[in-house]
Nanobody
């Protein structure tokens, strides 16, 4: 069984920054892809960033491109997301994901494990 443990959410004013981290723990499993989804109030869940663990290829949604950066951590199966220039529309629950699917232009073809979600609130 793999567990995704997230940390780093919180509240910030528009223009501020937050850094989220996530660690995937579980015996004998290494994901091909790590990433983050976001569910804003009243909206569908969307993929916002992903990284292919073998070569660090990344994907960003248009809504966060240029402001968010996803990176792997030094520890195995750890991923970070640096969020800068935050906007009120970035408010939502952010889910860390890990998958063994192949890489696609939009990220991983399949995500096997999801974190419990961490709240990010950006006030204007």
């Amino acid at each position: 069984q793999v567990q995704m443990v997230e940390s780093g959410g919180g509240s910030v004013q528009a223009g501020g920054s937050l850094r989220l981290s996530c660690a995937a723990s579980g015996s004998g499993w290494s994901p091909n892809c790590l990433g983050w989804f976001r569910q804003a109030p009243g909206k569908e869940r969307e993929a916002v960033a992903a990284i292919y663990t073998s070569d660090n290829t990344t994907y960003y949604s248009d809504s966060v491109k240029g402001r968010f950066t996803i990176s792997k951590g030094g520890a195995k199966n750890t991923v970070y997301r640096q969020m800068n220039s935050l906007k009120p529309e970035d408010t939502g629950v952010y889910y860390c994901v890990a998958g063994d699917g192949s890489w696609r232009p939009y990220g991983c073809a399949r995500y096997n494990y999801w974190g419990q979600g961490t709240q990010v609130t950006v006030s204007s």
